[in-house]
Nanobody, 127 residues
Framework: QVQLVESGGGLVQVGGSLTLSCTASGRTVSPYPMGWFRQGPGTERSFVAVINWSGSNTVYSDAVKGRFTISRDNAKNTVYLQMNSLQLEDTALYYC????????????????????WGQGTQVTVSS
């Protein structure tokens, strides 16, 4: 059974940057995709980004496209989310996810297809 642990969250001002990390333990996730979802105060959980097993395929939500970058280091069993130009609406609990899928993504995936979730790391953007 794989466990995901997120880190790197914190308090940042508008326009600032943060890098989130998510490390898997229990089994390797290198053959599988990894991604990020978030849930802000009073909002539903929403997709942020996903990356396939090799890093050759990525999908972003329109809300973060051009500002966030997802990447992975399979040797470290870790996925990263580089977040730049942070805005107030980026305030949320950010969750790392994975699923047993070997293909690419051509559209925004539903949260229900990911069967492993981390506990989340809080990102708060202040003015």
């Amino acid at each position: 059974q794989v466990q995901l642990v997120e880190s790197g969250g914190g308090l940042v001002q508008v326009g600032g940057s943060l890098t989130l990390s998510c490390t898997a333990s229990g089994r390797t996730v290198s053959p599988y995709p990894m991604g990020w979802f978030r849930q802000g105060p009073g909002t539903e959980r929403s997709f942020v980004a996903v990356i396939n097993w090799s890093g050759s395929n990525t999908v972003y939500s329109d809300a973060v496209k051009g500002r966030f970058t997802i990447s992975r280091d399979n040797a470290k069993n870790t996925v990263y989310l580089q977040m730049n130009s942070l805005q107030l609406e980026d305030t949320a609990l950010y969750y790392c996810v994975t699923e047993r899928y070997r293909g690419d993504y051509y559209d925004i995936p539903l949260a229900t297809r990911f069967d492993v979730w981390g506990q989340g790391t809080q990102v708060t953007v202040s003015s």
